[in-house]
């Protein structure tokens, strides 16, 4: 009897292990099959743009110091297509363009590596953008429906980010007579820029009302019934324009 | 003879006008004097050319049909200044107006400047302007109230009902794709529309209430661009 319960036992024991491998090796299967990934790599000038339209997932672009382009996409099941171009000093990837007409396309997500002066325009249906050190002329990224927009270490002429859920954090310079432009529905946009910036302020928030000006707070900004805030910092060479429908607008002296 | 008395009778001496014995002194100081000898040189040169044949060099190829060329474009010339001069004494008849006539004009010159003054600030003041709540003067509201121009509150409705065709087109779009889309991306979309929709609801509400408050105004309509914008990026899916 005990060594019927004792054969039991180890049979079960057995059963259990070769299961668990069993398990173990179709997850990981499955795994590899749902997880494609992309890599390519373009010679690139300084001034390259780089020009990106994503349908889903983050995209996350940084600035190095090599002249070329270092695209690499992680994409999830069902794989989307992908096809960069490259065209007269331009990278475009457009998966909106590549993938029109699939029913299903998973999430894609992005890590781009550009030159520093790289220009570099993205947009999403929906996931988070973060560019970082980058200092072209152009730098924009446009979220369709919602995610957070995250710039650091930027020092470009001309940003713009937008979004309609989500958080906008910008951290960089602002040059004289460039054009800074961020909107959002509902999230908070926070602004880190020098304490010596110059520039023609237009900040709307009109359901909150809670505009933040920290230390850019002068004589030189009217409030009006707090909706809307409008003035001058330095000379006001530049422009900074803010809106947010629903949400908060905080100005951080870097 | 010297140089003086010499350089004054050359020119007598090279038509040979001059008695043998004067001719004869020149003859000698020209061989003496150097300066002279020039002198009686160059003349002697300019004389030769005058004396040349002036058809060979002064008269183009065909100098008749050159007359004729410029006789005809005097004339058309001619004829061209004198219906020109008709035409500014007419102009200048016409041009006579009475006292009344002048007055009535110069009104309606200014009066029509104005208008368009406004009509042209209206019309192109951004949305993103820096003012605030920029109402407008009486003279314009009197003026949109007997139809001359729109006021702000019709250029609003114009443009929401604009805004509202496109938003329908793209509505239509979009509803024909999403039963492709999986439930992750209907969500959120969905949630985003949502969020939208509620601020258009919110400042429809507060411009009822207040049909002068521009800054709603304008934050509906930006409002309204994102909405046309969220359904057009979508239906592209």
């Not at chain 1, 054969?7 to 668990?20: G, Y």
């Not at chain 1, 009217?222 to 409008?230: I, K, L, N, S």
């Given at each position: 009897?005990?060594?019927?319960?004792?054969?039991?036992?180890?049979?079960?024991?057995?059963?259990?292990?070769?299961?668990?491998?069993v398990?173990?090796?179709v997850?990981?299967?499955?795994?590899?099959?749902?997880?494609?990934n992309?890599?390519?790599?373009?010679?690139?000038?300084?001034n390259?743009r780089?020009?990106?339209?994503?349908?889903?997932?983050?995209?996350?672009?940084?600035?190095?110091?090599?002249?070329?382009?270092?695209?690499?996409?992680?994409m999830?099941?069902?794989?989307?297509n992908?096809?960069?171009r490259?065209?007269?000093?331009?990278?475009?990837?457009?998966?909106?363009?590549d993938?029109?007409?699939?029913?299903?396309?998973?999430?894609?997500?992005?890590?781009?590596?550009?030159?520093?002066?790289?220009?570099v325009?993205?947009?999403?249906?929906?996931?988070?953008?973060?560019v970082?050190?980058?200092?072209?002329?152009?730098?924009?990224?446009?979220?369709?429906?919602?995610?957070?927009?995250?710039?650091?270490?930027?020092?470009?002429?001309?940003?713009?980010a937008?979004n309609?859920?989500?958080?906008?954090?910008?951290?960089?310079?602002?040059a004289?007579?460039?054009?800074?432009?961020?909107?959002?529905?509902r999230?908070?946009?926070?602004?880190?820029?020098?304490?010596?910036?110059?520039?023609?302020?237009?900040a709307?928030?009109?359901s909150?009302?809670n505009?933040?000006?920290?230390?850019?707070?002068?004589s030189?900004?009217?409030?009006?019934?707090?909706?809307?805030?409008?003035g001058?910092?330095?000379?006001?060479s530049?422009?900074?324009s803010?809106?947010?429908?629903r949400?908060?607008?905080?100005?951080?002296?870097? | 003879?010297?140089?003086e008395?010499?350089?004054?009778?050359?020119?007598?001496?090279l038509?040979?006008?001059?008695?043998?014995?004067?001719?004869?002194?020149?003859?000698?100081?020209?061989?003496?004097?150097?300066?002279?000898?020039?002198?009686c040189?160059?003349?002697?040169?300019?004389?030769?050319f005058?004396?040349?044949?002036?058809?060979?060099?002064?008269l183009?190829?065909n100098?008749?049909a050159?007359?004729c060329?410029?006789?005809?474009?005097?004339?058309?010339?001619?004829?061209?200044e004198?219906?020109?001069?008709?035409?500014?004494e007419?102009?200048?008849?016409?041009?006579?107006?009475?006292?009344?006539?002048?007055?009535?004009?110069?009104?309606?010159?200014?009066?029509a400047s104005?208008?368009?003054?406004?009509v042209?600030?209206?019309?192109?003041?951004?949305?993103?302007?820096?003012?605030?709540n920029?109402?407008?003067?009486?003279?314009?509201?009197?003026?949109?109230?007997?139809g001359?121009?729109?006021?702000?509150?019709?250029t609003?409705?114009?443009?929401?009902?604009?805004?509202?065709?496109?938003?329908?087109?793209?509505?239509?779009?979009?509803?024909a794709?999403?039963?492709?889309?999986?439930?992750?991306?209907?969500?959120a979309?969905?949630?985003?529309?949502?969020?939208?929709?509620?601020?258009v609801?919110?400042?429809?509400?507060?411009l009822?209430?207040?049909?002068?408050?521009?800054?709603?105004?304008?934050?509906?309509?930006?409002?309204?661009?994102?909405?046309?914008?969220?359904?057009?990026?979508f239906?592209?899916?």
């Open positions: 009897m005990n060594w019927n319960l004792k054969k039991f036992f180890t049979f079960r024991k057995a059963t259990i292990f070769l299961l668990t491998v398990f173990f090796f997850s990981s299967a499955m795994g590899i099959s749902a997880q494609k992309f890599a390519r790599t373009y010679p690139a000038s300084k390259v780089l020009q990106l339209t994503n349908r889903t997932g983050t995209v996350t672009v940084e600035g190095w110091d090599k002249e070329e382009i270092s695209i690499s996409a992680f999830e099941a069902p794989a989307a992908i096809e960069p490259s065209l007269s000093g331009t990278i475009d990837i457009n998966l909106v363009k993938n029109q007409g699939r029913n299903e396309v998973g999430n894609v997500n992005f890590l781009i590596k550009v030159p520093f002066s790289s220009s325009d993205i947009e999403t249906r929906m996931g988070n953008l973060n970082s050190n980058v200092r072209g002329g152009l730098v924009r990224a446009h979220i369709s429906s919602e995610g957070d927009i995250t710039l650091t270490n930027i020092n470009a002429d001309n940003v713009a937008e309609v859920i989500g958080d906008i954090f910008f951290d960089g310079t602002i004289s007579s460039g054009n800074y432009r961020f909107t959002s529905t999230g908070n946009i926070n602004l880190r820029i020098p304490f010596n910036s110059s520039f023609r302020l237009i709307t928030a009109p909150t009302r505009i933040s000006l920290g230390d850019f707070a002068n030189g900004m009217r409030f009006g019934d707090g909706r809307r805030v409008v001058q910092n330095g000379d006001g530049a422009t900074i803010v809106t947010n429908q949400g908060s607008i905080s100005f951080i002296r870097r | 003879m010297n140089c008395q010499c350089q004054e009778l050359i020119s007598v001496y038509d040979n006008e001059l008695e043998s014995q004067v001719s004869s002194d020149i003859q000698t100081h020209l061989a003496v004097c150097e300066s002279c000898a020039k002198v040189e160059d003349f002697a040169m300019i004389l030769d005058c004396n040349l044949d002036e058809t060979d060099y002064s183009p190829p100098s008749k050159l007359w060329r410029i006789n005809n474009l005097i004339e058309t010339e001619i004829a061209a004198t219906p020109q001069e008709n035409r500014e007419k102009v200048k008849r016409n041009w006579q107006f009475s006292f009344s006539q002048v007055f009535a004009s110069i009104l309606g010159i200014a009066l104005s208008l368009l003054t406004i042209g600030i209206k019309n192109f003041s951004a949305p993103g302007d820096v003012s605030v920029a109402s407008p003067s009486v003279f314009e509201r009197v003026l949109g109230k007997i001359i121009i729109e006021t702000p509150q019709q609003r409705e114009n443009r929401i009902k604009e805004q509202q065709a496109a938003i329908d087109y793209w509505n239509k779009r979009v509803e794709k999403r039963r492709n889309w999986n439930n992750y991306l209907r969500e979309f969905d949630r985003n529309l949502n969020e939208i929709d509620q601020v609801f919110e400042y429809n509400r507060i009822q209430e207040n049909p002068q408050d521009d800054l709603s105004g304008e934050m509906l309509d930006s409002a309204l661009n994102e909405k046309m914008e969220l359904l057009r990026e239906a592209e899916l």
